[in-house]
């Protein structure tokens, strides 16, 4: 872990000088003569160090008075892997201003889904990034701004309202201070050399820490994709997003530097958050590094991490969605939970068009799910109750598993519902929730791999074993079911 990396002049500097591009988004670096602020890779000639000031967030860089490096594009940083490695009061809030939550509700909003008061939040984000929530969300939608500039049609006005501004006043001068060019002239620059893409559709890159591997990450999720929901098209991992504004679908495509993002969207105020929710379903903020320096000093996932470093969580874009894939898929076959999701969605689902593939829902909401009847449901009786307790409680808002939820809580809540045991719990704590040190022990795939590899094959002593890899026992999952010949492992060949 890098904790506190910013807080350590001389690591920042050494980080700086090498143009460590491992520590992109945990620290960005001001430069008091130019006044601008960089991600640590930047190709520039490093500033003298006298001269450099290290702050924890792009949004605390700004409030200082520094504008981004237009070479390195700091804001368009892989995000701290922080947010989605910890489970406290900041981390929850991070996840919650990046999916959106203080442009919708505000500053109460945020707290009140935290479950602290409004000076709790304004205090410990203050204190460990230098910025309260506001100013994180100000940067959020400076970066909102610029991608809807660079990669839309939008006029001006329309940019700064789908990008959360107030007013085209405050969109303006925001754009101009934190980039140093008016709106109109970071398009001109976009516009040099730019592909052309579908009317409606933004293009982008999500960036991501080297080493990825891919196969196993989008190979989960085309394996087990829910048809009219996801597809594997053209190369493309496509599915359909339930967002605060409407809807949108997203086409994903692996490449070596980064992930192709296409997104189209019926409210371009979503941006953002789209964009939020497919970083986090591909576990792009991970920290690669420090997850295989740690799982590989275990002599039996070290020759699996050498064959493919990198390996990513795959986790979901909603994670009550997940809930119920979860529990659809006990004890049955990935085919078999495709084909009961699949019909979920025909009677449940809300029907969308998808002109460029076959895309032809959203997943139901849990209240939509709410009205179904179990008699319906072709599998056991006991599972109908599971699956319909899940709903009822998820519908009434009492177990939280979203952006924000807290993991532990989370987990005995779930725990408490008829049907849902230890597999069950920990898949959703590992996809939905987004934990990393989720540990599915019971999981056959695991059980497999285990005894194949010589580690203990039942859950106790597995578990027992498995503590070395704490706090990364979700990326061991990974490791360790890649090695069995199974579909979620392969990217499909054209």
């Given at each position: 872990m890098?904790?506190?990396?910013?807080?350590?002049?001389?690591?920042?500097?050494?980080?700086?000088?090498?143009?460590?591009?491992?520590?992109?988004?945990?620290?960005?670096t001001?430069?008091?003569?130019?006044?601008?602020?960089?991600?640590?890779?930047?190709?520039?000639?490093?500033?003298?160090?006298?001269?450099?000031?290290?702050?924890?967030?792009?949004?605390?860089?700004?409030?200082?008075?520094?504008?981004?490096?237009?070479?390195?594009?700091?804001?368009?940083?892989?995000?701290?892997?922080?947010?989605n490695?910890?489970?406290?009061?900041?981390?929850?809030?991070?996840?919650?201003?990046?999916?959106?939550?203080?442009?919708?509700?505000?500053?109460?909003?945020?707290?009140?889904?935290?479950?602290?008061?409004v000076?709790q939040?304004?205090?410990?984000?203050?204190?460990?990034?230098?910025?309260?929530?506001?100013?994180?969300?100000?940067?959020?939608?400076?970066?909102?701004?610029?991608?809807?500039?660079?990669?839309?049609?939008?006029?001006?006005?329309?940019?700064?309202?789908?990008?959360?501004?107030?007013?085209?006043?405050?969109?303006?001068?925001?754009?101009?201070?934190?980039?140093a060019?008016?709106?109109?002239?970071?398009?001109?620059?976009?516009?040099?050399?730019?592909?052309?893409?579908?009317?409606?559709?933004?293009?982008?890159?999500?960036?991501?820490?080297?080493?990825?591997?891919?196969?196993?990450?989008?190979?989960?999720?085309?394996?087990?994709?829910?048809?009219?929901?996801?597809?594997?098209?053209?190369?493309?991992?496509?599915?359909?997003?339930r967002?605060?504004?409407?809807?949108?679908?997203?086409?994903?495509?692996?490449?070596?530097?980064?992930?192709?993002?296409?997104?189209?969207?019926?409210?371009?105020?979503?941006?953002?958050?789209?964009?939020?929710?497919?970083?986090?379903?591909?576990?792009?903020?991970?920290?690669?590094?420090?997850?295989?320096?740690?799982l590989?000093?275990?002599?039996?996932?070290?020759?699996?991490?050498?064959?493919?470093?990198?390996?990513?969580?795959?986790?979901?874009?909603?994670?009550?969605?997940?809930?119920?894939?979860?529990?659809?898929?006990?004890?049955?076959?990935?085919?078999?939970?495709?084909?009961?999701?699949?019909?979920?969605?025909?009677?449940?689902?809300?029907?969308?068009?998808?002109?460029?593939?076959g895309?032809?829902?959203?997943?139901?909401?849990?209240?939509?799910?709410?009205?179904?009847?179990?008699?319906?449901?072709?599998?056991?009786?006991?599972?109908?109750?599971?699956?319909?307790?899940?709903?009822?409680?998820?519908?009434?808002g009492?177990?939280?598993?979203?952006a924000?939820?807290?993991?532990?809580?989370?987990?005995?809540?779930?725990?408490?519902?008829p049907?849902?045991?230890?597999?069950?719990?920990?898949s959703?704590?590992?996809?939905?929730?987004?934990d990393?040190?989720?540990?599915?022990?019971?999981?056959?795939?695991?059980?497999?791999?285990?005894?194949?590899?010589?580690?203990?094959?039942?859950?106790?002593?597995?578990?027992?074993?498995?503590?070395?890899?704490?706090?990364?026992?979700?990326?061991?999952?990974?490791?360790?079911?890649?090695?069995?010949?199974h579909?979620?492992?392969?990217?499909?060949?054209?």
């Amino acid at each position: 872990m890098l904790e506190g990396v910013y807080e350590c002049r001389e690591r920042c500097v050494r980080a700086v000088q090498s143009k460590d591009a491992r520590f992109d988004g945990w620290f960005f670096t001001a430069v008091l003569t130019t006044k601008i602020y960089c991600r640590p890779s930047c190709p520039v000639v490093p500033p003298k160090v006298e001269n450099m000031r290290f702050y924890p967030s792009a949004a605390a860089a700004q409030q200082a008075g520094f504008r981004a490096c237009k070479r390195c594009r700091p804001d368009a940083s892989p995000g701290s892997p922080e947010w989605n490695d910890r489970a406290d009061l900041v981390a929850r809030a991070m996840r919650l201003i990046a999916d959106g939550v203080v442009d919708r509700d505000g500053v109460p909003g945020l707290a009140t889904r935290l479950g602290y008061s409004v000076r709790q939040v304004q205090r410990q984000l203050l204190a460990e990034l230098g910025a309260g929530p506001l100013a994180l969300a100000r940067a959020q939608r400076a970066q909102t701004a610029r991608l809807l500039i660079e990669t839309s049609e939008l006029q001006m006005a329309d940019v700064a309202f789908a990008a959360g501004f107030s007013s085209v006043r405050t969109f303006n001068e925001t754009v101009q201070e934190v980039f140093a060019l008016a709106p109109t002239e970071l398009r001109r620059r976009a516009r040099r050399g730019a592909a052309s893409v579908a009317p409606g559709t933004i293009s982008l890159r999500l960036p991501f820490r080297a080493p990825l591997t891919p196969d196993n990450l989008f190979g989960h999720l085309i394996a087990t994709g829910v048809p009219g929901v996801e597809e594997w098209r053209d190369g493309h991992y496509r599915r359909t997003l339930r967002l605060p504004h409407g809807h949108g679908v997203v086409a994903l495509k692996p490449m070596p530097d980064h992930i192709a993002c296409q997104l189209s969207l019926t409210d371009q105020r979503d941006l953002a958050i789209a964009i939020s929710r497919c970083r986090r379903m591909l576990d792009l903020d991970a920290d690669p590094v420090a997850v295989d320096d740690l799982l590989g000093a275990d002599p039996v996932l070290a020759p699996l991490i050498a064959k493919a470093p990198g390996r990513r969580v795959p986790h979901t874009v909603d994670g009550e969605e997940f809930a119920v894939r979860a529990v659809l898929g006990q004890q049955v076959s990935t085919a078999a939970a495709r084909t009961h999701a699949h019909r979920l969605v025909l009677q449940h689902g809300e029907p969308i068009e998808d002109p460029s593939g076959g895309l032809t829902h959203l997943f139901p909401t849990m209240q939509a799910l709410a009205g179904l009847d179990a008699e319906t449901l072709a599998f056991p009786k006991t599972r109908r109750t599971t699956l319909t307790t899940l709903i009822g409680t998820l519908a009434n808002g009492d177990i939280d598993l979203g952006a924000g939820a807290d993991w532990d809580r989370a987990r005995e809540q779930l725990a408490a519902l008829p049907g849902i045991g230890p597999w069950t719990v920990e898949s959703i704590a590992m996809r939905a929730l987004g934990d990393p040190d989720a540990f599915v022990a019971s999981d056959l795939g695991i059980r497999y791999a285990a005894r194949d590899l010589g580690l203990p094959e039942a859950p106790k002593p597995l578990t027992d074993h498995a503590r070395a890899w704490r706090p990364w026992r979700a990326y061991a999952v990974q490791y360790l079911w890649a090695t069995g010949d199974h579909a979620i492992n392969k990217i499909p060949v054209e």
